[in-house]
């Protein structure tokens, strides 16, 4: 059963008479678990639905409609499918005490690895599931490989029954399944020979995975020290030359690299990034992976050169991101100063939160944004990282975005990759938050 949350004006659900709280119970006669099921069964252009209306009163639809149209609900959000492993890594393990509940959530969900490219391990699938993304089509899903030795992988999961990877991705991939990978890069653990055999035995499985990527652990203050660290440059290197050794092989083989480092991992090891080309559709940008070069490419073509019609020549204009990017917005800083004619100042800021290790932008705590821009009155605009507050505006530190523009002295604008904020020159008022 799915219980409607909001129906939507003019809609074929406003003109059946479906309310907030109306219960989905079935459609052509088959139960509703999730919005999966809701999606996929609603897909035809006939169909049958039984509901219940919030005054208990049961009714069925017979629908008819162009294909494509919505029916025009919003549903109540899936429960999340909780983890099954204890990884030494875990984010969750190196959240300090007193953030808000959800943040404690150890979610590993095939459904919402298929909707928003979230990584999940597959070592929680129930029989039904495995038949439900076959005949669900739930391609191409992210996974978490970490390494392809069993043994290996139970133990960076912490999962003794960690289903063997290979053969599990192998069954998927015979169904037309096909999978973006990612090794998080345990120094010690699985790089080195590991790493190898990982990426030789995704490459054995052909088209069916679509990129791999390695990525260095990441760790907060509050992490496991004792038993897991960061890797050093060196070991970064290395991870790197194996890398590029697979991306050759791939280039040669299938036309495109298939391997590839995080913008992090070349960061520690002290290497220059690849150019924008390498990247292919930057499939896995959201990963941290060619997120430089993929800024750069959006800055290109989303403001064209010269700063035409842009509206912010001779604005000062301050970037606040994490300790990661501050190395890297040099490499973007020209670019976005030849387009718009405005002066950019990075405010590269640790994270009061957790620790200095914690150097992504999307982890910033409000009340760090805010000290670092509450005395900058030569500023006219402060652009912040969108990734870095929730659906409701609200930062990790529970700070909500338009309380921390009313304590600045600037306009502060919620930005992805600069041209959602900077092609529309209208500076709002300081106190709001615009995204
Ligand atoms: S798979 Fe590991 S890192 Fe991911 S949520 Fe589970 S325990 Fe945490």
């Known amino acids: 059963m799915l219980k409607v949350t909001a129906v939507h004006p003019d809609s074929i659900a406003a003109e ?21 099921d809701w999606e996929f069964l609603t897909a035809e252009e006939e169909i049958l639905l039984h509901v ?39 984010f969750v393990d190196g959240l300090p005490d007193g953030l808000r509940d959800v943040l404690y959530i150890r979610d590993d969900d095939y459904r919402l690895s298929f909707r928003y490219g979230n990584f999940a391990t597959l070592t929680n699938l129930k029989p039904w599931d495995l038949e439900r ?4 089509r739930l391609s191409p899903m992210y996974v978490s490989v970490h390494a392809t030795d069993p043994v290996v992988r139970r133990w960076l999961l912490r999962n003794p029954e960690a289903p063997d990877v290979i053969p599990q991705l192998r069954w998927f991939a015979e169904r037309g399944i096909s999978f973006h990978t990612q090794v998080v890069m345990v120094p010690g653990v699985n790089d080195g020979a ?21 990525v260095p652990v990441a760790l907060t203050e509050f992490s496991k020290h004792t038993l897991v660290r960061q890797p050093t440059g060196e070991e970064c290197r290395a991870a790197l030359a194996v890398v590029d050794n697979f991306a050759a092989r791939a280039v040669a083989d299938r036309g495109q690299p298939w391997c590839y480092g995080a913008d ?8 220059a990034l690849p150019p924008a080309e390498w990247y292919g559709d930057f499939e896995q940008r959201e990963n941290g992976v060619g997120s430089v070069r993929y800024l750069q490419t959006r800055i290109r073509a ?10 912010w020549a001779g604005k000062r204009i301050g970037v ?28 590269a800021l640790e994270n009061t939160l957790f620790g200095p290790s914690v150097t992504t932008a999307g982890l910033l705590p409000g009340k760090a944004i805010l000290a670092a821009l509450e005395d900058r009155r030569d500023l006219d605009l402060a652009l912040l990282p969108a990734e870095s507050v929730n659906d409701d505006l609200l930062f990790m530190d529970d700070l909500e975005a338009h309380d921390l523009a009313s304590n600045l002295p600037m306009p502060i604008r919620l930005s992805y990759d600069f041209v959602d904020s900077l092609t529309d020159p209208t500076v709002r008022p300081s106190g709001q938050a615009v995204r």
């Open 16 to 36: 059946l008479g479906l309310q907030e709280g109306t219960q989905l119970l079935t459609v052509n006669g088959r139960e509703l678990e999730d919005f999966l």
């Open 52 to 90: 219940r209306q919030p005054d208990g009163e049961e009714i069925e639809y017979d629908i008819e409609r162009p294909l494509g149209e919505p029916i025009g609900v919003s549903l109540e959000p899936a429960r999340i499918r909780r983890c099954a492993n204890r990884c030494d890594f875990c």
């Open 133 to 136: 993304i076959v005949a669900y």
């Open 194 to 214: 590991q790493l190898v055999r990982t990426l030789t035995d995704l490459y054995g499985l052909g088209d069916a995975v679509l990129s791999v990527s390695v």
């Open 264 to 271: 992090d991992l070349y960061l520690m090891a002290d290497v």
């Open 302 to 311: 989303g403001m064209g050169e010269g700063g035409r019609g842009t509206g």
């Open 320 to 347: 606040v991101t994490g300790m990661a990017m501050g190395p890297l917005m040099p490499q973007i800083v020209p670019d976005l100063e030849r387009t718009t004619g405005a002066h950019f100042e990075v405010l």
